[in-house]
């Protein structure tokens, strides 16, 4: 268990609908992180939150949102979903706002969408 | 931008044999940090092995080992005396110095035969 907990593991939808994706940082960390893996693109960084505040942007469609609680769990948000969405989806966490080390990855949620 | 490219998407050796995985990457910027994560089928991204761009000395983890070619912009993966438990992707990244993502390649699916 690396401390980082993802909520659903696997979730099956139709096109169009909308769900969220649920993250709990590791005990202590401020940053979260969220990663999109796809067949045939890979791992790909979506956005990160510190502390509550957005603090970077990768590739995320308009139709994806995320936020940071006071709690510090996170929680990504997709609409209007697509087949192309399928995919995994990580979060990881990490103490600061930079990542040095390397930071410490959940075990991710399977979306399909039929 | 920066990219980061595994050239052998399978390898397969035998138990208890010596491996290496290649990787190789492109970025204008002088400090950095590289990684390897391992992906087992349990889809959990570990942290196999982290390198710093301004160390010289090649990072070392038990079995695992690094050779960082920095004016190549190398990175390999050494895997010494393989175990089962070694069956995994393996995913390259890189991190420029203060930025908050990570860049993966597209990983190497590496069978470790009985």
């Known amino acids: 268990d690396s401390g980082v907990t993802q909520t659903p593991k696997h979730l099956i939808t139709a096109t169009g609908q909308r769900v969220t994706l649920r993250c709990s940082p590791r005990?202590?960390?401020?940053?979260v992180y969220w990663y999109q893996q796809s067949l045939d693109q890979g791992l790909q960084f979506l956005i990160q939150?510190?502390?509550?505040?957005?603090?970077a942007k990768g590739n995320i469609l308009e139709r994806f949102s995320a936020q940071q609680f006071p709690d510090l769990h996170s929680e990504l948000n997709l609409s209007s979903l697509e087949l192309g969405d399928s995919a995994l989806y990580f979060c990881a966490s990490s103490v600061g706002a930079g990542v040095r080390g390397g930071y410490t990855f959940g075990s991710g949620t399977r979306l399909t969408v039929v | 931008a920066q990219t980061v490219t595994q050239s052998q998407p399978e390898m397969s050796v035998q138990e208890a044999e010596t491996v290496t995985l290649s990787c190789t990457y492109d970025?204008?910027?002088?400090?950095?940090?590289l990684f390897w994560y391992k992906q087992p089928p349990s889809r959990q991204m570990i942290l196999v092995i982290r390198?710093?761009?301004?160390?010289?000395q090649n990072a070392t983890e038990n079995r695992f080992s690094v050779n960082f070619q920095k004016a190549a912009k190398s990175f390999s993966l050494k895997i010494s005396d393989s175990q089962l438990g070694d069956t995994a992707m393996y995913f390259c990244?890189?991190?420029?110095?203060?930025?908050?993502?990570?860049?993966f390649g597209q990983g190497t699916r590496l069978t470790i035969n009985p």
């Open positions: 970025t204008s910027e002088n400090n950095y940090y």
């Open positions: 939150y510190y502390n509550g505040e957005e603090r």
């Open positions: 990244a890189f991190m420029e110095q203060g930025a908050q993502k990570l860049v």
């Open positions: 005990s202590g960390d401020l940053s």
């Open positions: 390198q710093e761009a301004y160390k010289q």
